[in-house]
């Protein structure tokens, strides 16, 4: 494969370069350009009857018996006279047909594709189809291609390091073969982070423990491991595109982003990576990703942001005011990072902690999943920003997780918190629960639970509440927090959470140390329990039972 692609690096012209690395990818331009061909499966059966004159249904039919619209297409096309259908020409036919647009347009995307495979041969319009239908399957990704041309150079090794850097740097495969053609291995040097290009991300190496991290690293930076989308922010002006781990564009699916962005960002024109999480914008606490994942859709993106909105959380800045960053050291990227933004609003620098000790980053680790989040990401200070390297100057620190829980829990509401956000105008966004401890007769707090109702359900809640509410903390109730709105233990809810982790917040099953234990990620998903009284919640003992058989 490595001779066959460079073969062909050598024999085709500067010209058709950019589109063979694009299609041998399986598309037209760069997955960050956003282009589709938006011709399916339906569109491209008509095409082809068109191009064969052959009715559809005899396709469709033919279809079904072989399995593969290419070799359905090959065997009814016929052979003759064709133009000499070259890549350039191809290619042409193909982009006209993925920018065709507005009214009309299936009819005249139809029209285009079915020119297209009259124009090819039998054996050519067997590989048109499969490349439209999305089954290409060459086998060839750009790193490959990339090893195929460093084989063509003397000093391979170093041949193969310019131009993954440069790919690396500008996610754009026919633009580094174009540059190779035209410059050589010399005209790699020119690239360099560039707003609208996204950067192939940098990835973190694991480790199992603390004491593994300090001793390949020494001093480290300690970051929070979020669970979100890892997103690349490029600003420029008043534009603004979100690219996903994937390079995709992303940027209609994050509205809330962009506004907060544009709004926070004003003086900034550059390149952010970071990581977007769904939070409570009541309680403040972040989603797991299964929340997280939701957002991430075609419909109804404006509705979701509002049910569910984001938090971008950012840790490194690559780019900025036409400065390239990423050959600086993390310290220097860290420091620029502190100058724009803070860790307030919706577009928050990420918390980090300098570790100089075994135990200083344990605690860290500790407090992160006692907080609910994945764990830690610990970074060399003086590592440059590697684009898509994985290695060990970053290094993630993860809790394993042995299952999650399968029980619901019954939890106590002692208080309420108001509504903020979306959730303003109910005056009611998240309660307070507690379990009973039948030693003490007392409710110690367990969670703070700000899913699982609709806002006509919070709405009667909240009024329910309010007949049940009190001006100071209720004898019985153990509670470190303290709610908008203390309540009477009264009402029963049925609360489904990911796993119960140690937390220095909650006052169920205190351990020497005043840390106790808290339900990870909860949601309400029973309402409230009207067959049972306070004292018939789940107990302490209970909890403490959970927490063994899940640790």
């Not at 959970?546 to 640790?551: D, F, I, K, T, V």
């Given at each position: 494969?490595?001779?066959?692609?460079?073969?062909?690096?050598?024999?085709?012209?500067?010209?058709?370069?950019?589109?063979?690395?694009?299609?041998?990818?399986?598309?037209?331009?760069?997955?960050?350009?956003?282009?589709?061909?938006?011709?399916?499966?339906?569109?491209?059966?008509?095409?082809?009857?068109?191009?064969?004159?052959?009715?559809?249904?005899?396709?469709?039919?033919?279809?079904?018996?072989?399995?593969?619209?290419?070799?359905?297409?090959?065997?009814?096309?016929?052979?003759?006279?064709?133009?000499?259908?070259?890549?350039?020409?191809?290619?042409?036919?193909?982009?006209?047909?993925?920018?065709?647009?507005?009214?009309?347009?299936?009819?005249?995307?139809?029209?285009?594709?079915?020119?297209?495979?009259?124009?090819?041969?039998?054996?050519?319009?067997?590989?048109?189809?499969?490349?439209?239908?999305?089954?290409?399957?060459?086998?060839?990704?750009?790193?490959?291609?990339?090893?195929?041309?460093?084989?063509?150079?003397?000093?391979?090794?170093?041949?193969?390091?310019?131009?993954?850097?440069?790919?690396?740097?500008?996610?754009?495969?026919?633009?580094?073969?174009?540059?190779?053609?035209?410059?050589?291995?010399?005209?790699?040097?020119?690239?360099?982070?560039?707003?609208?290009?996204?950067?192939?991300?940098?990835?973190?190496?694991?480790?199992?423990?603390?004491?593994?991290?300090?001793?390949?690293?020494?001093?480290?930076?300690?970051?929070?491991?979020l669970d979100g989308f890892r997103c690349e922010l490029h600003k420029k002006g008043k534009h603004l595109e979100i690219f996903s781990r994937n390079l995709e564009r992303t940027t209609d699916m994050f509205p809330d982003l962009v506004r907060a962005a544009s709004d926070e960002l004003r003086g900034f024109s550059g390149i952010l990576d970071s990581e977007a999480v769904t939070f409570n914008e009541s309680t403040g606490e972040l989603y797991p990703f299964q929340v997280t994942v939701q957002r991430k859709r075609r419909y109804s993106i404006e509705e979701m942001a509002?049910?569910?909105?984001?938090?971008?959380?950012?840790?490194?800045?690559?780019?900025?005011?036409?400065?390239?960053?990423?050959?600086?050291?993390?310290?220097?990227?860290?420091?620029?990072?502190?100058?724009?933004?803070?860790?307030?609003?919706?577009?928050?620098?990420?918390?980090?902690?300098?570790?100089?000790?075994?135990?200083?980053?344990?605690?860290?680790?500790?407090?992160?999943?006692?907080?609910?989040?994945?764990?830690?990401?610990?970074?060399?200070?003086?590592?440059?920003?590697?684009?898509?390297?994985?290695?060990?100057?970053?290094?993630?620190?993860?809790?394993?997780?042995?299952?999650?829980?399968?029980?619901?829990?019954?939890?106590?509401?002692?208080?309420?918190?108001?509504?903020?956000?979306?959730?303003?105008?109910?005056?009611?966004?998240?309660?307070?629960?507690?379990?009973?401890?039948?030693?003490?007769?007392?409710?110690?707090?367990?969670?703070?639970?700000?899913?699982?109702?609709?806002?006509?359900?919070?709405?009667?809640?909240?009024?329910?509440?309010d007949n049940d509410r009190v001006t100071r903390k209720p004898a019985r109730v153990r509670s470190r927090m303290i709610p908008d709105v203390w309540t009477q233990p009264k009402y029963v809810v049925q609360v489904l959470a990911d796993q119960v982790t140690r937390s220095p917040v909650h006052t169920c099953a205190l351990d020497q140390k005043g840390s106790g234990l808290a339900l990870r990620f909860p949601r309400v998903v029973g309402g409230i329990r009207k067959d049972k009284k306070p004292e018939d919640a789940t107990t302490v003992t209970e909890i403490r039972h959970?927490?063994?058989?899940?640790?």
């Open positions: 494969m490595y001779a066959v692609l460079g073969a062909l690096f050598h024999k085709a012209s500067a010209a058709e370069l950019r589109a063979i690395a694009y299609l041998c990818e399986g598309r037209l331009l760069p997955a960050f350009s956003g282009l589709e061909l938006g011709v399916g499966e339906h569109m491209l059966m008509r095409a082809i009857g068109s191009a064969v004159e052959i009715p559809e249904s005899e396709i469709e039919a033919a279809y079904k018996m072989i399995g593969d619209l290419g070799s359905v297409a090959e065997q009814m096309s016929r052979e003759g006279k064709h133009r000499a259908l070259t890549i350039s020409r191809a290619y042409a036919q193909l982009l006209k047909i993925a920018r065709t647009a507005g009214a009309g347009s299936v009819e005249r995307k139809i029209t285009l594709m079915a020119n297209l495979l009259r124009q090819s041969s039998p054996r050519e319009v067997r590989y048109l189809v499969r490349f439209v239908e999305g089954r290409w399957r060459l086998g060839v990704g750009p790193i490959t291609f990339l090893e195929a041309i460093a084989r063509r150079f003397p000093e391979r090794k170093l041949a193969r390091t310019s131009l993954e850097r440069a790919y690396n740097l500008c996610s754009d495969l026919g633009l580094v073969l174009a540059a190779v053609r035209a410059s050589g291995l010399g005209g790699l040097k020119q690239f360099k982070a560039e707003v609208g290009h996204p950067i192939r991300f940098m990835l973190a190496e694991r480790l199992p423990s603390a004491e593994a991290i300090l001793e390949r690293l020494g001093v480290c930076s300690v970051e929070s491991k509002r049910e569910f909105p984001l938090v971008l959380f950012v840790f490194d800045v690559l780019c900025a005011n036409g400065k390239d960053y990423t050959s600086k050291p993390y310290e220097a990227r860290r420091k620029l990072l502190e100058k724009l933004l803070s860790t307030k609003g919706r577009i928050r620098i990420v918390d980090r902690v300098i570790a100089k000790t075994t135990e200083e980053l344990q605690r860290v680790f500790d407090r992160q999943v006692e907080q609910g989040l994945e764990g830690i990401v610990a970074k060399r200070l003086d590592a440059a920003y590697e684009a898509g390297a994985r290695n060990f100057n970053w290094i993630k620190l993860k809790q394993t997780y042995r299952g999650e829980l399968e029980d619901t829990v019954d939890a106590v509401i002692v208080g309420y918190l108001r509504g903020r956000g979306a959730r303003a105008s109910l005056g009611i966004g998240a309660v307070l629960v507690s379990v009973y401890d039948p030693k003490t007769d007392s409710f110690p707090t367990v969670a703070k639970v700000g899913t699982g109702f609709s806002n006509e359900e919070w709405m009667d809640l909240r009024k329910k509440l959970l927490y063994r058989l899940h640790a």
